[in-house]
């Protein structure tokens, strides 16, 4: 199971920082975070990998994916949020650090992030 936590009400360029427990698959999986906007699909957001990170366009600069192998967490440490950044985040763990959706086999329930005045 991994389940996220960190979400909330923010104001724009307010910081937030999700954690993701993922017990046994920090290691040797690759993890990402994904989010969905109401009436939008799912998207990319960043992923890792063996201390590599790849991020999505729209995170790239104001985002950062880390892991905590010690204790089986994943983080997204997210700056200068936005409005556009309102969506449920997700943490999804793979075989591969890419950005389709379909490759990720375990995900979590999700946490709200909310970004308003």
């Known amino acids: 199971h991994l389940v996220e936590s960190g979400g909330g009400l923010v104001q724009p360029g307010d910081s937030l920082r999700l954690t993701c427990v993922a017990p046994?698959?920090?290691?040797?999986?690759?993890m990402a975070w994904f989010r969905q906007a109401p009436g939008k699909e799912r998207e990319f957001v960043a992923a890792i990998r063996a201390g590599f990170a790849y991020y999505a366009d729209h995170a790239k600069g104001r985002f950062d994916i880390d892991v905590d192998n010690s204790k089986d967490e994943v983080y997204l440490q997210m700056n200068s949020l936005k409005p556009e950044d309102t969506a449920v985040y997700y943490c999804a763990s793979g075989r591969l650090a890419v950005r389709s959706k379909d490759e990720y086999d375990y995900w979590g329930q999700g946490t709200q992030v909310t970004v308003s005045s």
């Open positions: 046994e698959r920090t290691v040797s999986y690759a």
